[in-house]
């Protein structure tokens, strides 16, 4: 029998639109993960260039028992005229692992997000039954949706995961703390690639617990 990777029990893998547009949404995602108690992973670890890229992104959707899925970039590109489909392609990869991988991978639990409720129906009807929350663009909305969909992994007799309010104060405060942070580690918070946002995040809640 194939064993579950290290750490998949915590990894959430998110899958979004990574421009800066949606930057606030996906750094509000990042914490949010941390301070619940998971691990957040993604695509932009995809940085190894001896890796096709898409073997690496299948591979980390193979390493996470959760996935976070936001289905709201679908307007054309200003520049091509055509969609981008790379978050509709991830959502089936990971939907695809879940189907037909190894036993601990037919317990992997996604969350699809969307801008609007009930929008998806009109471009992609085949995923209805899946949880699918609407954010309206909102940081505190999304960190409310992602907390409320993580904190049911948790009995609540043993672990009280604080409420959305509570996580969004918090990351308000972690990102007034950013930049004392990138001083000591000598790096620019303007210009954080993922892995050091998240190191970032994660060494600001280890510094600061509730």
Request: glycine share 0%; hydrophobic share 45%; proline share 14%.
């Given at each position: 029998m194939v064993k579950a990777p290290a750490n998949f029990e915590r990894n959430v893998f998110i899958n979004c639109p990574f421009d800066e547009?949606?930057?606030p949404l996906f750094n509000a995602i990042v914490?949010?993960?941390h301070e619940i108690g998971f691990r957040p992973r993604c695509a932009l670890e995809a940085s190894n260039a001896g890796q096709f890229r898409l073997s690496k992104i299948m591979d980390i959707i193979s390493d996470c028992k959760y996935s976070i899925h936001d289905l709201s970039r679908t307007e054309l590109d200003r520049a091509t005229?055509?969609?981008r489909f790379n978050?509709?392609?991830e959502l089936g990869l990971d939907l695809g692992?879940?189907?037909f991988g190894s036993a601990f991978q037919k317990g992997k639990i996604s969350l699809v997000l969307d801008v609007e409720a009930h929008r998806y129906?009109?471009?992609i009807s085949d995923i209805k039954g899946q949880d699918i929350f609407a954010h309206e663009g909102i940081v505190k909305k999304v960190i409310e949706v992602v907390r409320d969909w993580l904190g049911n992994e948790f009995d609540l007799r043993v672990v009280i995961i604080p409420d959305g309010e509570k996580i969004h104060q918090r990351y308000l405060e972690f990102r007034k703390g950013l930049p004392l942070?990138?001083?000591k580690l000598k790096w620019n918070p303007d210009k954080l690639p993922f892995p050091y946002f998240s190191f970032a995040v994660a060494t600001w809640i280890s510094e600061n617990p509730i």
């Open positions: 547009p949606y930057e914490f949010a993960v005229r055509l969609p978050m509709p392609l692992c879940r189907r129906e009109t471009f942070i990138c001083a």
